[in-house]
């Protein structure tokens, strides 16, 4: 059934290298985090199936591997095997377990695990299966796993100075919970933080106001620190390139905007042909040059609506795009032009768009002080 070699005395490293193997397989992995995150310790195979993408096969098979290395057990529960849907087996660490954790710093994780498990939503067989009755773990197996009992008592204090600052704001109680949830997380002053748009997935909060509106609050009252990542202030982005640009800026727009001027030729070009065909069983000559007057009478075309839009004659359309500023003419004349339905803007050039990186918060050294 195993598919984790023991260790076969061939020193400390291959020891370590095959316990390695043993807990970092995906299935075996994903049993370990689940069993940390019970409340109890003990999930059933009911209760790992759900929360793991994995089918009950797969996850009986991995639960034999660990279970024939002594890293868990399956405690078995007889009064409820007469029991109508409940549990009689569940799944739990062993003190050789637990000191292999405790080794690999899985550990740690305890109160992230146990904030992920709190914050999941289960269906009716896995609640029922996480409420049922069950064994007790050996004492040092419970004493191990057991979060401190004054984490939430810590946070009592925290909470207090929260709402002594913000008890006059209407997401107060959104904010404790967000707070809370980085405090669960681990989220502190040495982790690189979470963005506002990782806020509920990652921490898996269900808050009534938006986002933004929390962490600010919780930046104003210091709770929260508000980083902005290594690198530039501001990003230049061409969507022409769907690349940053910085540094290049000014050459980029020039190139964008002599795109959109080859754009604009375009169309007098087409349109001198279309007259061509038309005038081409007719009596009259015409001029190989097109012109800007016909083809602006023939419909909307991109010049006239530049023309429009900046408020001069057609004909001075391209020298007015040469002059000034080549990132704000060409972002004007791109928003122009996308706006209309009149026409349609060339993929050969596009907008010089700033950005700036997205901030990242987690807790300050203020708020652990107050856990």
């Known amino acids: ?64 591997v660990l279970s ?10 007889p009064p409820n095997e007469d029991a109508r849907d409940l549990p009689s087996q569940f799944y739990g660490l062993t003190e050789r377990g637990v ?21 999941t939503r289960l269906s009716e067989k896995a609640q029922r299966h996480r409420d049922a009755p069950r064994p007790e773990l050996p004492q040092r197996v419970s004493d191990a796993l057991t979060i ?19 008890g006059d704001t209407h997401s107060i109680d959104d904010q404790v919970t967000v707070a809370k949830a980085f405090y669960n997380a681990g989220i502190g002053p040495d982790e690189a933080g979470i963005k506002r748009t990782e806020l509920l997935d990652s921490l ?60 604009i030729d ?11 065909a038309a005038e081409q069983d007719g009596p009259q000559a015409h001029s190989s040059a097109p012109s800007i007057a016909v083809a602006d009478s023939a419909g909307r075309s991109v010049r006239s609506i530049l ?7 057609p004909e001075q359309v391209t020298d007015y795009l040469r002059s000034g500023d080549p990132v704000d003419r060409l ?15 060339s993929e050969d050039y596009g907008q010089i768009v700033f950005v700036r990186p997205a901030y990242r918060y987690r807790l300050t050294e203020q708020a652990m002080e107050l856990v």
């Open 266 to 276: 375009d169309e007098l070009q087409v349109t001198a042909l279309s007259e061509d």
């Open 99 to 119: 000191e292999i954790l405790f080794e690999y710093n899985y550990l740690r994780g305890l109160p992230v695990a146990r904030a992920l498990y709190d914050n």
């Open 1 to 64: 059934m195993s598919d984790a070699p023991a260790a076969n005395g061939d020193g400390p490293f291959e020891e370590q290298r095959q316990i390695y193997d043993l807990l970092s397989q995906e299935t075996r992995h994903l049993i370990l985090q689940f069993i940390l995150g019970h409340p109890d310790h003990l999930p059933s195979l009911a209760e790992l199936a759900y929360m793991m993408p994995k089918n009950k096969a797969a996850i009986r098979d991995q639960l034999a």
């Open 204 to 263: 898996a909060v269900d808050i009534e106001y938006q986002p933004r509106t929390v962490l600010n609050h919780l930046v104003d009252a210091g709770i929260l620190a508000q980083t902005a990542p290594p690198g530039p202030d501001v990003f230049a982005i061409s969507e022409r390139l769907d690349d940053i640009v910085n540094g290049q800026v000014t050459a980029e727009a020039q190139a964008n905007l002599d795109a959109l001027i080859a754009h």
């Open 148 to 166: 401190e009992e004054d984490n939430d008592t810590d946070f009592d204090r925290l909470e207090r100075f929260l709402r002594e600052r913000k």
């Open 331 to 345: 972002n004007t004349a791109v928003e122009a032009i996308e706006s209309s339905e009149e026409v349609t803007k």
């Open 68 to 77: 024939d290395h002594n890293i868990i057990e399956c405690y078995r529960y």
């Open 307 to 313: 023309a429009s839009e900046f408020g001069i004659e």
